[in-house]
């Protein structure tokens, strides 16, 4: 199963976010694990290192981004990405590019704490406890 992993769930993880970072340690790990396959926007990558420098340093920011760059795949961001993401009811733009990231790059699902700004997707969008359900139901 490809799971393309919206900011917030890794920057809960980085950022020790309660009480949402037992869930995003949990799935991370299991994308370390090669038990799913996790997908970044290229996008989050960028936001992940912003936020992070912010709230660490510069040099922590990183070794967090390029750690995380050693578990997940990078979904592209191409001209038809954005080309789509400016045509889908998604209303916020951030979210509209990262859905069309990944219906581009194939993953079957979005793993966001944010579901309520992703509307009249093809694929299923979920929370991590909700996807943590998923994974251990089959």
């Not at 936001?47 to 750690?67: D, G, H």
């Amino acid at each position: 199963m490809n799971a393309l992993f919206d900011t917030n769930v890794i920057l809960d993880l980085l950022l020790d976010r309660e009480p949402f970072n037992a869930p995003a340690t949990w799935l991370i790990s299991q994308a370390e694990a090669g038990a799913i396959n996790g997908s970044l926007c290229a996008t989050t990558l960028t936001n992940i290192f912003y936020i992070a420098s912010k709230a660490l340093n510069r040099q922590q920011a990183a070794t967090a981004v390029a750690n995380i760059m050693s578990i997940f795949e990078v979904a592209p961001v191409t001209r038809a990405v954005i080309e789509d993401a400016l045509t889908t009811p998604i209303q916020d733009f951030e979210d509209a590019v990262l859905y069309q990231s990944a219906i581009h790059y194939g993953c079957q699902l979005i793993v966001t704490r944010n579901t309520k700004d992703f509307t009249h997707t093809r694929i299923p969008v979920m929370t991590p406890d909700e996807f943590i359900a998923l994974l251990h139901s089959t």
